[in-house]
């Protein structure tokens, strides 16, 4: 017997690229993310550092006084 509208089991060239494309783009996404995520890291850490310096060397003042 012969099936009408039998599906195929192999995915076709179209449906691989277009999973391929989306699976790009989710991860620029990602990639995007994490690179906007260090750079506030890294601003935030440089103004903790910088909060600390001044606060010790308001600290050293008092002391002196």
Avoid: F
Avoid at 9 to 36: D, F, G, T, W
């Amino acid at each position: 017997m012969v099936e009408a509208g039998k599906v195929e089991n192999h995915p076709s060239k179209e449906i691989i690229e277009n999973v391929v494309k989306i699976n790009q783009e989710i991860l620029e996404e990602a990639l995007s993310r994490h690179r906007k995520e260090i750079a506030q890291l890294q601003n935030k850490e440089t103004a903790m550092k910088k909060a600390v310096a001044k606060g010790s060397k308001a600290q050293q003042m008092a002391k002196k006084k």
